[in-house]
């Protein structure tokens, strides 16, 4: 599968404005695109940020669907987004969550690798950090994204609740070190969330 995200700041007084048109207008315009598999929606309310990601079942989908949903993006994000990033990646793993509970928290961690050690990261993830997680308390699931031509990789990882989440991160850290040790990767940035919504993929 193939993941689109979006990563938006702006004033935190208008978030909630935005996380109602992303949940109503947005979220029907999605569930008529051809090859919609879901998506996530995640925030920072003190700071002012917004991740969402859309899942795809393949490239093409992800692709043909971009023009109409910049629109979307454009007239949903418009009261409170400053500034928006989007970008697109293959879904290298994917272990996701089969349900989220309120109150759940996600991990967002992006890195920078050599192209060349791609493949590094994902046996990292795949064979190393993610059966180790799934032993963790609170662990939902959790994803490999990557930009093999770029040179980018993000992890994104959720929790049941804020105590799960606090528990992880001194465990997760040595996983963390080893992986990017193993794949020779340089991280970029480190975030965590309040999780506003996990939506399975529709019914075919």
């Not at 879901?38 to 309310?45: E, H, K, V």
């Not at 690798?113 to 795949?126: G, I």
């Not at 040790?181 to 999780?195: Q, Y």
């Amino acid at each position: 599968m193939f993941v689109r995200t979006t990563y938006a700041t702006g004033d935190p007084a208008t978030l909630d404005e935005a996380v109602q048109a992303l949940t109503t207008e947005g979220r029907r315009q999605l569930a008529g695109e051809p090859g919609f598999r879901g998506a996530g929606m995640f925030a920072d309310r003190e700071l002012g940020k917004l991740v969402t990601g859309t899942w795809w079942e393949d490239e093409a989908a992800m692709r043909a669907s971009a023009d109409r949903m910049e629109k979307v993006r454009a007239q949903v994000l418009s009261s409170f987004a400053t500034t928006v990033t989007v970008d697109n990646w293959e879904a290298a793993v994917a272990a996701r969550a089969e349900s989220v509970p309120e109150g759940a928290r996600f991990r967002l961690v992006r890195l920078d690798l050599a192209p060349s050690d791609a493949d590094s990261l994902v046996d990292a993830f795949e064979n190393g950090v993610l059966p180790r997680l799934r032993t963790m308390t609170g662990f939902l699931g959790g994803s490999l994204l990557v930009d093999r031509a770029a040179g980018r990789g993000a992890v994104g990882t959720l929790y049941a609740d804020k105590d799960s989440l606090a528990a992880s991160r001194s465990p997760v850290a040595a996983l963390r070190g080893e992986a990017t040790s193993r794949a020779r990767a340089t991280l970029r940035s480190l975030e965590e969330f309040e999780v506003v919504m996990v939506e399975s993929p529709p019914p075919s």
